[in-house]
């Protein structure tokens, strides 16, 4: 049968000869999430090798950027207890590095956003202005 509303799974890749599902969630989680969060990806598991026993998987939660100064682990309201950073969630860097097998992936990837900022920027500046003098 089908999970829940919100216990989807949002990323299934298949690298290495392994199953790997994920789930995005917001940067910001409240404490009574990380509860929820390892639950939904017991029921995963169990789910997934109810329907594929021999084959292997990996199951995590994605918290794809950091909001903070600092490590998100650092940031994180109990650094992420009861789940382990790394073996049952990733976040920033971690997420997609494994992703794109570079190491500095996130980092290109914030920079990259900073570099079209201006021009984004600009563009909907110019729609907005067009809209305006449309509706004179």
């Not at 917001?26 to 109810?50: A, C, E, K, M």
Request: charged share 20%; proline share 7%.
């Amino acid at each position: 049968k089908k999970p829940p509303p919100g216990h989807g799974v949002d990323v299934w890749l298949f690298k290495n000869n392994c199953n790997y599902i994920f789930d995005l969630k917001t940067v910001q989680p409240n404490v009574g999430s990380w509860i929820r969060f390892l639950d939904q990806i017991h029921n995963w598991y169990w789910y997934f090798y109810s329907k594929h026993p021999t084959e292997k998987v990996i199951a995590k939660v994605i918290f794809p950027y950091n909001p903070y100064k600092g490590s998100f682990l650092d940031n994180t309201i109990g650094h992420g207890a009861p789940m382990e950073h790394g073996a049952e969630f990733l976040s920033d860097n971690g997420f997609w590095h494994f992703i794109t097998d570079n190491s500095n992936a996130y980092s290109d990837i914030m920079n990259s956003f900073k570099q079209v900022r201006p021009i984004c920027s600009q563009i909907i500046c110019d729609f907005v202005d067009k809209q305006l003098s449309n509706k004179v």
